[in-house]
């Protein structure tokens, strides 16, 4: 079960109730390595006398995320063009520029209107008087997997959640309270627990306290925390990452059937 | 502020944080245009809300080699 906590577009943190580290792991992996993203993975250069090299040019130019539909191409490997590149599974970025100026992300025109930078004003690099910048990209879907280029986030992390139990032999020494880093614990009449999603389970309070009167465990929950880098929206891509899960699941168990079989 | 590099020239500014990969390059303008209008660093990089601190260092620490580089402009090819 999932409870979000806080959510737009870009951002999300949520509860992952009642499961277990393989599958939170296993999750967390696919949104990183296996969640397809369009990038720019091959730039020509017919002019090009700025102070960059091609190199870092292209370099550049494949950091900046471009807003991908998942539905509207294929895999190079995968498409019916046999990975020699088509309008189905590749998209062609323009440029053709002088100086002096500096180049942004914007500058660059998209064979196909959809298909653009999520970021318009990211400074690729600067033109001096008398350069000149002429440069086809192509940009093709990918997985993290192959590159971190094609990763659809940045952050992505998940905690476990720690369950905090004051005993009844608790002699409200204030100890816990002073020790803790987090300043989640609390004398009221009794010892309260404040945020509990802000414990790092330092276990700091459990080391202090003398009658061992607090106790932290691990609990089956995880608080995941991702963040897009505007590739894809998160929802999409926690959709996209289970699908892929589901797929591998599949496979697994046509082998195991497999092996059944035949020994 | 002495000692932070805070005008350097944005078209080599990285445009990914090194350790988190977060996209950060199309902040560096307007970081450099708070710091202009009196902003102390930390405030800039808090109104432009750059939370971690392997982001924020990014900002902190860019020096521009842009005049490194046209020392061997056409050295090469």
Redesign the interface.
């Known amino acids: 079960m999932i409870e979000v906590i806080e959510e737009n577009e870009r951002y999300i943190k949520f509860l992952l109730k009642n499961s277990f580290p393989a599958f939170a792991n296993s999750w967390r992996r696919a949104m990183k390595s296996l969640v397809p993203t369009m990038v720019i993975d091959y730039v020509d250069f017919y002019v090009n006398n700025s ?3 091609d190199e870092v040019i292209a370099h ?1 130019l494949a ?3 471009i807003k991908t539909d998942l539905n509207r191409y294929n895999f190079q490997e995968k498409c019916s063009c046999k990975g020699v590149g088509c309008p189905s599974c590749q998209v062609i970025f323009r440029l053709n520029v002088e100086g002096p100026k ?2 942004y992300s914007g500058d660059l025109v998209s064979e196909d209107p959809e298909v653009h930078f ?2 318009k ?6 033109l001096f008087k008398g350069q000149q910048l002429m440069i086809e990209a192509v940009a093709r879907l990918g997985i993290g997997k192959e590159h ?1 280029k094609f ?1 659809p986030v ?2 992505c992390f998940y905690k476990i959640v720690p369950k905090i139990t004051v005993l009844e032999n608790c002699n409200l020494c204030g100890a816990c309270v002073n020790e803790c880093s987090k300043k989640i614990l609390r004398i009221d009449k009794k010892l309260e627990v404040l945020n509990i999603l802000d414990c790092s389970l330092c276990k700091e309070c459990v080391k202090v306290c003398e009658n061992k009167a607090i106790k932290v465990e691990e609990t089956n929950d995880f608080l995941f925390t991702i ?1 897009s ?2 590739a894809l929206p998160v929802r999409t891509i926690m959709k996209k990452a289970l699908e892929v899960l589901i797929e591998k699941a599949k496979e697994m168990n046509k082998i195991l059937e497999e092996v059944h079989q035949t020994s | 502020m002495s000692g932070i590099p805070f005008d350097e020239n944005s078209s080599d500014f990285p445009i990914r944080c090194f350790s988190c990969g977060a996209v950060i390059a199309h902040f560096y303008e307007k970081y450099k245009d708070l710091i202009k209008k009196g902003r102390t660093p930390k405030q800039a990089l808090d109104e432009l809300g750059i939370k971690r601190y392997c982001c924020r260092r990014m900002f902190l620490t860019h020096k521009s080699i842009i005049k490194e580089l046209i020392r061997f402009h056409g050295a090469v090819g």
């Open positions: 102070f960059f090299y550049r950091l900046i995320p500096v180049v999520v970021y004003d990211v400074p690729v690099l600067e971190a990763q940045s952050v963040e880098t505007g």
